[in-house]
C-alpha cells in the first residue's frame, strides 16, 4: 500500500466514525431535549395547578439546556450548518475560497482549543469548590460539557477540513436551514 493510499484509508476511516460521532451527538441531544420538554411541562402543571415547583427544577433545565448547546457545536460545524456570513465569502475569487475556509476553520479550531484548555481549568477550579444550591451536586458536572465541547469541535473541524479538501463542492458554506437539512432532520423524527 502507498502513502497516498493509505492517506485516503485514514481519511476514509476519519470520516466513518466523524459521521457515527455525530449521528450519536444528535440522537442524545434529542433524548435531552425530549427530556427538557417534559421536564419543562411537568414544571408548569406543577406550579400551576398544584402552586408548587421543585427547588431544583429550574437547575435541571439550564443545566439540560447548556448540555444541549455545547454538544451540538461540534457536528453545526462539521455539517456546516452553523451561523454564517456568506456575503464575503462570495466575494472572494474562487481559487482563494479553499484558502479563506481553511483559514475559518482554523479558527474555529483554535476556539475548541482554548474551550477544552479554560473549560478543563473551570470545570476542575470552579465546579469542584462550587455546589448546586437545589440539586446539591458539584458544578464540575455541568461544566464538563465545556472541554467536551472543545474536543468535539477540533475532532469536526478535521473532518469538515478533510470534507472540504476532498470534494471541493464541499467548500461553500451551505444556506442556513436549506431543505436537504430539513429533510433528513424530519427523517430522523
Not at 51 to 77: D, K, Q
Not at 134 to 149: C, E, K, N, Q, R
Not at 155 to 170: L, N, P, Y
Request: include cysteine.
Amino acid at each position: 500500500m502507498t502513502l497516498s493510499e493509505t492517506k485516503t484509508q485514514l481519511a476514509d476511516n476519519y470520516m466513518k466514525f466523524a459521521d457515527l460521532v455525530e449521528k450519536v451527538i444528535r440522537n442524545f441531544t434529542q433524548v435531552l431535549g425530549f427530556i427538557l420538554v417534559v421536564w419543562v411541562t411537568t414544571m408548569v402543571i406543577t406550579r400551576h395547578g398544584f402552586e408548587y415547583v421543585p427547588v431544583w427544577g429550574l437547575e435541571i433545565s439550564a443545566f439540560l439546556m447548556v448540555w444541549i448547546v455545547f454538544l451540538l457545536i461540534g457536528p453545526l460545524v462539521y455539517t456546516d450548518n452553523h451561523l454564517q456570513i456568506k456575503v464575503f465569502f462570495n466575494k472572494i475569487p474562487m481559487p482563494f475560497q479553499y484558502y479563506f475556509r481553511m483559514i475559518q476553520l482554523s479558527g474555529i479550531f483554535v476556539l475548541g482549543a482554548i474551550l477544552l484548555e479554560y473549560g478543563v481549568g473551570y470545570a476542575v477550579n470552579s465546579g469542584l469548590n462550587s455546589v448546586s444550591p437545589g440539586l446539591g451536586i458539584y458544578l464540575f458536572w455541568a461544566y464538563l460539557v465545556i472541554p467536551i465541547s472543545g474536543c468535539l469541535i477540533m475532532f469536526f473541524t478535521v473532518a469538515r477540513a478533510i470534507a472540504i479538501t476532498r470534494d471541493k463542492t464541499e467548500m461553500e458554506p451551505k444556506e442556513f436551514a436549506d431543505d436537504s437539512e430539513l429533510n433528513r432532520l424530519e427523517d430522523n423524527v
